[in-house]
């Protein structure tokens, strides 16, 4: 008995050891595109930072960067995005934050500053389960005043794996994105996860929305762990763009990435893209 008693705190132990709890996550990217059009070509850069502060403990599923589904943390939030392209330069910043209620209510509210003036946003949502989160946004673009509801369900397997499912529904482009994300824990400190992400479009045919895509559309990826801290992604889309990346943490608070993506099947414009980025988790 005394052996079993001075073992359990071991086992205890044995079972957590692979979590780890953080309270603000930042991030630094940057991406040069190279564009091939038909007639010239574009050289861009964009350089991003972000910084998520959590008042509460945010812990790993086992992987560094994997956490739970649905976010139940307030929190507040600000980021900077630099683009670069020729002569041209633009500098966006954005703020907000998200607050839990104990009674299960959702705040959100934000603001990103553009070129053009400032866009604000408002949630509110209502937290019926830990699994089962929706929220209604509201967009404030000056010129004009655009809704969206999101759904978010979140269905727990053994252990940590889960699969989760999204539905955003919009109603200014009218279209709708359903994604679902499957985590999933093959043992040892290998993990893998798979998402899909599925969007309808139904444009009124006097509105044409540069870059959005004519039909339904779809895309696909994959992340493999080979440890908690190594891992290797791949994405895939219709219309035959793909991305590959490696992240590592060199320890349980910073970890770098590398990444490249490539469309070579436009009708009349090809890119390469390639990425860098850190991410310092506290």
Known sequence: MRFKLAALPLI???????????????????????????????????????????????ETLGPLKEFEYINKVSN????????????????????GGEYFASNGLVFGAGILNLWEGNVDYQSIGYLFTPDFLVTLNHIDNDSDNEFSLDMRYNHQLSGNNYIGFNLSIDEELDSGTLSSKYFMHLGGEQYLTAELQYTKHDFDDDIYIWGAPDDDFWSLG?????????????????????????????????????????????????????????????
């Open 76 to 95: 507040i939030y600000g980021g900077y995005r630099h683009y670069n392209s020729g002569s041209f330069d633009l500098d966006t910043f954005s703020a």
């Open 222 to 282: 994959t992340e493999y762990f080979f440890t908690q801290r190594t891992s290797v992604a791949f994405t895939f889309d219709e219309a035959d763009r793909y991305s590959l990346g490696v992240n590592h943490y060199l320890n349980r608070n910073v970890a770098v990435e590398i990444g490249y993506a490539s469309d070579t099947e436009s009708d009349n414009v090809d890119y390469d893209i390639y990425q860098v980025g850190l991410t310092v988790q506290l």
């Open 12 to 58: 205890l132990f044995a079972a957590t050891a692979g979590a780890e709890e953080y309270n603000s996550i930042t991030k630094l990217h940057y991406a040069n595109t190279d564009y091939d059009y038909d007639f010239f070509d574009l050289d861009e850069d964009r350089f991003t930072a972000s910084t998520t502060y959590f008042f509460g403990q945010k």
